[in-house]
Nanobody, 120 residues
Framework: QVQVAESGGDLVQSGGSLRLSCTASGNIFNINDMAWYRRPPGKQRELVAT???????NYADSVKGRFTISRDNAKKMVYLQMNSLRPADTAVYYCNAMIVGYGLSVYDTWGRGTQVTVSS
């Protein structure tokens, strides 16, 4: 069994910064793509940023230049550094990882989310 867990969500003022972390655990052989998604209040979940195992990254237009995704393969972690936060960034942020188990099955794994609230 594999799982991921997020941490780092908080209440922050507009213009501030936060760093989210996500740790994968369980019977992990390898981790392919990792990503951060978010669900703003009353809206659907949306992609924020992705990172491949080779550290190729991609960002939603709304966060380009403000957010940075990174990963530490040895620690099985992915991070999201969020700068210049805006009230529109308020959301529950979810970690997603494509985890390869020792049986070489691939598990599309989601965390439970961490709340980020940006006050104006």
């Amino acid at each position: 069994q594999v799982q991921v867990a997020e941490s780092g969500g908080d209440l922050v003022q507009s213009g501030g910064s936060l760093r989210l972390s996500c740790t994968a655990s369980g019977n992990i052989f390898n981790i392919n793509d990792m990503a951060w998604y978010r669900r703003p209040p009353g809206k659907q979940r949306e992609l924020v940023a992705t990172i491949t195992s080779d550290n190729d990254t991609n960002y939603a237009d709304s966060v380009k230049g403000r957010f940075t995704i990174s990963r530490d393969n040895a620690k099985k972690m992915v991070y999201l550094q969020m700068n210049s936060l805006r009230p529109a960034d308020t959301a529950v942020y979810y970690c997603n990882a494509m985890i390869v188990g020792y049986g070489l099955s691939v598990y599309d794994t989601w965390g439970r989310g961490t709340q980020v609230t940006v006050s104006s």
